[in-house]
């Protein structure tokens, strides 16, 4: 999907709501916090009919998600 598509999934949602980014906001770090973490990985669990045995699978797929999501930004940051 292109960054600039609107969130058409529940997880799309979950990983678009983040701070706004100002010109005196301080660059987000290439890691992603644990608890943006946790709800992702917890919305793909529900979008996938939460399945037993997951979790990790969950976990590092929301992980990416994120930090991956957090590079697009960067160059919106740097011309901020």
């Given at each position: ?78 011309r901020g």
């Open positions: 999907m292109p960054a600039s598509a609107p969130a058409t999934t529940k997880r799309d949602a979950e990983a678009a709501q983040t701070e706004p980014v100002t010109k005196n906001s301080p660059p987000s770090s290439a890691t992603p916090v644990p608890d943006d973490i946790a709800r992702l990985a917890y919305a793909l669990w529900q979008e996938r009919g939460c399945p037993d045995g997951s979790a990790e699978r969950d976990w590092l797929e929301a992980e990416q998600e994120l930090r991956e999501s957090s590079m697009r930004a960067a160059p919106e940051m740097i």
